[in-house]
Structure formats: structure tokens, C-alpha cells
């Protein structure tokens, strides 16, 4: 089972790379669903490091 981080980076070369054609309505959804939790995250871990 591929990690989150892995899943990201998938996305990211598909759609940098063109490795094939990009579905926006799946790109959208996945940015939907995964880029809230992924900020979320984010914003923990530089709260963390301010502190």
C-alpha cells in the first residue's frame, strides 16, 4: 500500500511529466479530498518547529 507522500508524488509527475493524459475531474477530486488534510498537517509541523 503506498503512503500518502507517495500517492502526492504520483500525481505530480503525471501531471508535470505528461506520462499520459490527465483527467482534470480526477485531479480535482484527489486535490480536494487530499490537499485539506495535507495542509492541516503541514501547518502542525511548522507550528511545531516555530516552538
Known amino acids: ?11 505530480r ?3 508535470i511529466h505528461g506520462y499520459f493524459v490527465v483527467d482534470l475531474d480526477i ?5 480536494k ?11 502542525e509541523i511548522l507550528r511545531d518547529i516555530d516552538h
Not at 503506498?2 to 502526492?8: A, F, N, P, V
Request: overall charge positive.
Open 13 to 15: 509527475n503525471i501531471v
Open 33 to 43: 479530498k487530499e490537499l485539506p488534510d495535507l495542509h492541516r498537517k503541514l501547518t
Open 1 to 11: 500500500m503506498k503512503k500518502r507522500g507517495d500517492k502526492l508524488t504520483a500525481i
Open 27 to 31: 485531479l480535482f477530486n484527489t486535490s
